[in-house]
């Protein structure tokens, strides 16, 4: 057969295969989830299907289940879970690392192993040295992310800037490539170059391979120019739709204004403009007597309590490493020690004045 007949006949192939159904990074529906089945949920009739190819902006006020939700699709939160359907890369379980699945958010926890609190991205090695296996096996692309990050790979992780051990963290988590990376508030360290760079690659990767990225962020720059999607986490603990930007209408208003009510920020002024709706909808608090919007919110939000108390209430007392406790120890212990040299400084005064007044 002719060569040229045969590419003809490739091409016909391709363009007649039946179309196989990419699989959605994300396809969960009604979805309901309690920290404790006590208490009212954290998260209720939660729909959500994320297409490939997509960058999704997660928001929503503090506190409002954000976090969780990006827990949930990652595997870190497994269990208080109802649904009719979970699907994240077309598999009925997710975790961070497996099946195409990447974390970068929270902190590196293992539990149970008397380390809880310590983490290795602080310890006195060198970058190259962290999952070494890791960066060996997908070498190429560890070139990639490190000249994509401006990383050098002889940091001491001991020494690294908050920004720097970051940039190291991304690099690791991203070595396996994604077919769905979830962030949560992770890129807030990094300058405004890495950040830019960081957030060319990701589109990179979309592109390349129909992944898609959930970013949850209360930073808006590059967000209008690199996010295709935004979904809400509501305050009544439902989640918006994920509403595609170039078809979403107050989105497409807000981008249409000119004059001085030109928005600099697109995504910002939406974001605002909806929280602030969503806190007028739901707040009893909200009343026509003209008090400042901002000061109810935050009165609200002031009441919640500390969202990391319950990691502090499960870890208990079992690991010994709770913050500052180590330091208090050492001190404790250094002041017995001298309180000892003082007493036995004080009986030997004792006793020679004794013996002196003797003789
Ligand atoms: N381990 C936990 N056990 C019980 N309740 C929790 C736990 N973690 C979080 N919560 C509660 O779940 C709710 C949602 O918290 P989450 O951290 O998901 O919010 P968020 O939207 O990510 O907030 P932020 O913007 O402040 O990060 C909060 O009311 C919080 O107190």
Redesign the pocket.
Known sequence: MMEEEKKMEDIDAIVTAPTKPAVLPVDIRNLTFH??ST?EP?IVGLNCAIEPNSKVILV????????????ILTGQIFMGMKSDRFSINGMPKANDQFNGVAYLGGTWKRRRTGFEGVCPYTMDCAASEMMANWQEQFKERRDELVRVLGINLDWRMHECSDGQRKKVRIMIKLLRPFQLCVI??FAADLDIFSRKRFFDFLTRECEIRGAAVVY?T?IFDQADEWATHVAF?QLN?VLSPVHRLATYEPYQNILARTGRDRAMCPMYTMVLEELERQYREQSELFVEDNRCLADVIMDQQGM????????AE?AGDQTGWVSGRLTRQLIAEEQQLKRVERAEKRIALEKAATTGSNN
């Open positions: 920290y404790d208490k954290n929503g006020a503090n506190g409002a289940g954000k976090s969780t939700l990006l827990r949560d508030e949850c209360h986490m603990k919640e309590l500390g969202d990391d108390r319950f990691e499960a």
